[in-house]
């Protein structure tokens, strides 16, 4: 049975790249799979510091974004991770699972976690124990994520096979990536060389989903570019990493590719190419955007579908979890 499981953390700031690079993907994952869970990581986003009143609106935020976006909340699983325990309670399991040397090895607990490291949650460095116990509760067997995911994928799948070894049985899925799309690493507007981020300081480094249509366009507007035009072709784009950037990011709003872009834009200038591509961006955005907030008003329906969610949640991961702990010899009523 082929199951999806993913996620997106409610720490505010929703952005383009959340949404091109795994939102929008999934709406198309719900008609080829049937069997499709998607989850506000709240347990993920205290990992560093969330106000809970903040959390609060996040995660709702997140929820409407998904439905705004064609999640069909009848069909899949929307729910948030803290309603449903056997996340953290599986979570602990892989914490005895994992080895300190694995951890030690991601990339993303030495990013967030800066110089200071001393200072960093003990929970953002388990993070990927507990992103495992999401994807495992469920036996999830694909996940879609951007690129910065995939290394955090490659030590659920180490978890899984270390348990499945350690307990002597087959007992959990080697999960498959699903890292598709032509937006699946979106930089920020201001340096084509980090990740657009709900953490970077700089607001116009990247697309909110929150933004107006002022907002969107005065961002790509002050997008930081290179003094060239565009070329023709892919090829012309190395080295040029805003550049990339922007052309990648029409071609995933227009649900085209990079050549059928610079076939169009190449030999322009960015004086021509930035509008065309905030015409764009408000063009596919601004549908969502209006149903966000029409949602984001309709609060009583938003925790509705997320608690509807976790029930359906709790069902699917309660036997699993109960097959975990006989075998790992946990005497259970
Ligand atoms: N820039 C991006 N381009 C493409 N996909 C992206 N994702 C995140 N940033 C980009 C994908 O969005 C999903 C949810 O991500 P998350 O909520 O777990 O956040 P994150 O990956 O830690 O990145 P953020 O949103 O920018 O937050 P911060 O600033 O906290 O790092 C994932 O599928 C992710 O791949």
Redesign the pocket.
Known sequence: MKRIF????P?GNL?L??Y???IRNWVHLQDEFEDCLFCV?DL?AITVWQEPKDLVANTREVAAAMIAAGIDPKRNVIFNQSQVSAHAELAWIFNCVARLGWLDRMTQFKE?AGKDKERASVGLYAYPNLMAADILAYKATHV??????KQHLELVRDIAQKFNHDYGQEFFPQVEPLIFGT?????SLKDGSS??????SSDNSRINMTDDIDGIARKIKKAKTDPEPLPSEAQGLDGRPEAANLVGIYAALADTDVEAVLGEFGGQGFGAFKPALADLAVSKLSPVQDEMRRLMDDVAHVDNVLHAGAERANDLAASILEEVQDLVGFLRP
Do not use: F, I
Not at 6 to 9: F, I, L, M, R, Y
Not at 144 to 149: A, Y
Not at 183 to 187: C, I, N, P, Q, S
Not at 195 to 200: A, R, V
């Open positions: 993913s996620g997106v953390q720490t952005h790249g959340n091109l690079g795994a990581v993920h967030k879609p994520v951007g690129e910065d995911q937006a699946t690493r979106v930089m990740k657009m981020s709900k953490s970077d």
